[in-house]
């Protein structure tokens, strides 16, 4: 597979770790998800963003499976790009077994090979209801202080009960795959000077962020409150059978404004937060220039030989 065309995305960690219900919830969330066929132990899937393939592992975790990809990883994990490995973080029973298969994991050439930059710890089952338990948050001390002492990574806490959490953790190991963060965050930020925007997001048809920008710290919290709030709102009533393409919603100090805009066969949303009237008015007039920056940027990463 060509790297400027496909990707491979692994999904490791032992069985009821969460693997699958994550990558269900995205197959819901995200609607891009499809081609679903299974190999000897590996559910592999299809996705496609911003005209690039992406390939989803998902590596069953049963201990036959896992003996199986560690006695033959030039079949099972050659050529990944992104490793996103799971824990549950309720199940502190197992945790000294998940430990032991990272290590192994990374006793492999192929494993080796990854991009530090690219390797992901999801603490999983992370619900709402209890991820501030006092015994929840020891338990993620120890996860991290375990897995960094064999690899460091980066950490995400997921649950399928949160839905934010998945979209913003996929987003985040996404946008490694494709180096283009500092590109895009340019863009953004002179089109936020352009509107007097405090904060803007960039998001594709399925909501995958592709980029943020804001000003300052309050005003980030603030741009991503609003853009779940526009998540909400736009589920609501895409499910009565009317997506909004364009909304407005009260936020502290300000507005948010969304703007569905197309550029050839693909479909995007901007999200600025501001404090100025002026917004509306000149994020309208700016989306042409916008959509075609963001394409003759894309078009480089992802079309060119």
Known sequence: MSTKEASKIALLGLAAAGKTSYLEALQQEFRALYDIRA??????????????????????????????YLKNPDRYL?????????????????????????????????????????????????????????RIRSRVKK?????????????????????????????????????????????????????????????????????????????????????????GTWAKQAAQGNPPEKLQIELKGGRGYFQKFNYEDEEYYIMAYSRNSRTEKLILEKLPELANRVFEILMGFYFED
């Open 39 to 68: 190999t000897v132990g590996v559910d592999r899937n299809k996705i496609r963003i911003l005209g690039s393939d992406l390939y989803i592992y998902d590596y069953g975790g049963q201990q036959i499976y896992r003996e199986d």
């Open 78 to 134: 050659s050529q990944i790009d992104l490793m996103l490995y799971f824990v549950d973080a309720q199940d502190m029973e197992n945790l000294d077994s998940s430990i032991e298969y990272y290590k192994n994991l990374f006793n492999l050439p192929e494993i080796q090979s990854i991009d530090p930059d690219k390797i992901f710890i999801f603490i999983h089952k992370m619900d709402p209801e209890i991820k501030s338990d006092p």
């Open 143 to 231: 996860i991290k202080e375990n897995f960094d002492a064999i690899k460091k990574a980066q950490y995400f806490e997921t649950s399928i009960n949160d839905y934010w959490s998945i979209i913003f953790s996929f987003s985040g190991a996404f946008r490694k795959i494709r180096k283009i963060e500092d590109v895009l965050n340019k863009i953004l930020k002179e089109f936020a000077r352009a509107t007097f925007s405090s904060g803007v997001i960039l998001v594709d048809t399925n909501f995958l962020i592709l980029d943020i920008h804001a000003s300052n710290e309050e005003n980030l919290k603030i741009t991503d409150e609003g853009f779940q709030q526009f998540v």
